[in-house]
């Protein structure tokens, strides 16, 4: 049997330190393993006879720090070291700046030995704090990381240019590369300042989904004399079975049944619907959710972390740290390549020294030069080079996308999941239709208005603001029904009655399935229909979409029948209704094991599904928990521009590829040639720089290049 663990892990900042962790719970014999570099939270499950203390100390070895059970307090404290990657990435590009620009500049300060030493030095020094520890205890552990390719290849430029100064005086210049020490480390650092600032963004889901935990709970007791009393308490303190009250307008504490009252409640951050739904005694109502207008006594049945909201928040977590970011192609490969290149050097210099007899000084400087050739800066910089021109170019579009990672991603997508309220419509209530019998349209029109007068629900709001200039007729002895209506007499004595089909309209087969129903004196009048409207660019957008070859899914908390016009009008291929956010999940996971799939949405309810997919996509009016779930925001609140986004992450795709293979090509080429002495360092830095301009003009043509359709 095994046993699951859940800690928090300090120092853990980056997907290259999720993976590094991940590789080793790996070695340790671990399963279900859950790194996630945002929050720094690590699950795993071992068998129950491990030692879970010596894992956590094979971490600590790492140079990490696991926060162990005895130190918990239940507060969340993570005293995790202060982050000086602001600082180190600012001093690197102060002193590498000067470094690159002797390359254009004839100035002969810059071409000094000294003056390239004394600002290389300082750079090389902070990629030794930054990425060397980490390297030197990658290797002790056998896991080989992106911190150990950056510091061979600074390092040997360095070591490779020293040598150049004191032994090569005469001819220094032939073996100076100072500045590609100070360029791989300055980029890297870059990249993982990028980084960091992404990953750390997406705590911010999990905090707001936090906040919305209410903090405060009427809680009713009652003495041995049954006289009750109503004390403001915490809502962590509320316990199973405990009696709450709730009032107009507070956000319900708990999940629970009502015992007593009944109320319109807004449940749009569980089920997506756009209004409100009628609970009334024995209904469960959920935590978080709002009393739109009524009075409720609750029984608690789920508190704590047994809650729905809770449970939210736990799957917005398992998602971010089951979805490991996209490695990076150097990553990948740093296992072999790293051993491969070693080695070739080694051989290099063994082969040079002692079968070719060429002298230790010229076969040490062979192997150098087979180091300095092959650093790391071409495939360091194919990716995100491509990604940064690929990520200008969306922002320009009005699309904000969460890391380059996504934008890989977003070539792989086959499914594209849609929400439907707030995302293939407006989230505004309005008339959609109406049908009337027996009177006329203006009158009809003028009778519901009048009678919503009356009324402070939320549709009757958006009736009354649409039908405002349909003038309006005196009305008395006005009673609203709870959850059912309102009705009233006009000055003719004539009973109007406008509410749903339960109360009216349920034993009639006429225009079944409207939202509201007017009957005068018992007799029924007409019938409207009250949805949010579609958004202007959604049938547009489906469109080009299947036209693309993807498959569409209209995946919702909302009602089946509201679900299946919008399905039918907008020609979306599957339909799945009135799911809850556990449901939701489930189904995405469906499709993601046959195909990557794009998950669009809006609510606090999408936001696990957001997390979970393998792109999720919000627009830029959701809710901020959506907002800070989805890896792209359509921030112009545009849903055409979703076809644009994904070809945006296709021809980026292809803009790496093709910016790898250059670099691959580099390496491949020149790594024999040096080790055979037949191309020297400055040569061979030449070549490296000549690659560099390749791909950096090659990602720039991403900036420009038309998206064909």
Known sequence: MGKTYSTTVEGMTCGNCALTISKLLEKKGATNIAANAASGEVSFTIVEETDVNKVYDAIDGLGYR??????????????????????????????????LMHMFSNWHVLHTPWVQLVLATPVYAIGLRRFGVSAVRSLRHGL?????????????????????????????????FFETTASIITLVMFGNWLEHRTVKSTTQAIDALVQLQPQKARLVVADSMGKETVMEVESKYVRTGDVVLVNTGDSIPVDGVIVTGDAQIDEHMITGESMPVHKDKGDEVVGGTILMDGNLRVQATAVGSAS????????????????????????????????????????????????????????????????????????????????????????????????????????????????????????????????????????????????EQHSSHPIAKSITKQWTETGDIILSEIVEVKGHGIQATDAEGNLWQLGSEIWLHTNVEKNKGYDLY???NGIYTGAMRVSDALRPDA??????????????????????????????????????????PEQKNAKLDELIKTAPTAMVGDGINDAPALARAT???????????????????????????????????IYTERTIKTNLFWAFLYNIVAIPVAAAGLLRPTYGAGIMALSDVVLILNSLFLGVRRLKK
Request: proline share 3%; glycine share 6%.
């Open 615 to 649: 792109v999720g996509i919000s627009l830029s009016e959701a809710t901020q928990v959506a907002i800070q779930s989805a890896n792209v925001i359509l921030s112009n609140n545009q849903l055409g521009t979703l076809p644009k986004a994904i070809r945006l992450g």
């Open 539 to 580: 049938r547009e957008t489906i469109a080009e979409l299947k036209a693309m070859g993807y498959h569409t899914v209209l995946l919702s908390g909302d009602k089946k029948a509201k679900c299946e016009r919008i399905a039918a009008e907008l020609g979306i291929d599957d339909l799945l209704a009135e799911q809850s």
């Open 518 to 520: 007017l009957y005068k």
């Open 308 to 451: 729905v909201l809770s449970n939210i928040i736990r799957m917005v977590r398992e998602a971010q740290g089951q979805k490991p970011p996209l490695q990076k192609l150097a990553d990948k490969i740093s296992a072999i390549f790293v051993p491969a290149v070693l080695g070739i050097a080694v051989i290099t210099l063994l082969v040079s020294y002692f079968a070719l007899d060429t002298g230790f000084e010229n076969a040490m400087m062979r192997a150098i030069a087979v180091m300095v050739i092959s650093c790391p800066c071409a495939m360091g910089l194919a990716t995100p080079a491509a990604v940064a021109v690929g990520l200008g170019r969306a922002a320009r579009n009005g699309i904000l996308i969460k890391g380059g990672d996504t934008l890989q991603r977003l070539k792989t997508i086959k499914n594209v999941v849609f929400d439907k309220t707030g995302t293939l419509t407006t989230g505004k209530l309005q008339i959609e239709s109406f049908t009337v019998d027996n009177i006329d349209e203006q009158q009809f029109q003028m009778i519901v208005a009048s009678i």
């Open 66 to 99: 696991v926060v162990r059970e005895d130190e918990a307090t239940g507060l969340d404290i993570r005293h995790a070291p202060k982050d000086f990657t602001t600082a180190y990435l600012i001093i690197s590009a102060i002193f590498t700046l000067p470094l």
């Open 144 to 176: 080989p990381n992106m911190d150990v390719l950056i510091i061979i290849g600074a390092t040997a430029a360095y070591v490779y240019s020293l040598i150049g100064m004191f032994v090569y005086t005469a001819q220094a210049h032939d073996y100076l």
